[in-house]
């Protein structure tokens, strides 16, 4: 069986993520908007769980720039 570097899987999954969560913030229909409160909150428990609060950091990015 394979080696696995599950760390940089993790911040491979984490940027993904991150990177879709950009895409869907400025789509204004019905399912583009729950699929981003859903990877909002993955995102969010990611930050707690990995202690890095980029999620956090780029949501007060979001903010202030609008």
Do not use: C, P
Request: hydrophobic share 35%; glycine share 4%; charged share 35%.
């Amino acid at each position: 069986m394979a080696k696995v570097n599950y760390e940089k899987a993790w911040q491979t999954l984490k940027e993904e993520m991150t990177q879709d969560y950009i895409k869907l913030t400025n789509v204004g229909d019905d399912i583009a908007r729950i699929a981003d409160q859903v990877l909002s909150g993955y995102l969010k428990r990611i930050d707690e769980l990995d202690k890095s609060n980029e999620f956090s950091n780029l949501l007060h990015d979001i903010n202030r720039s609008e």
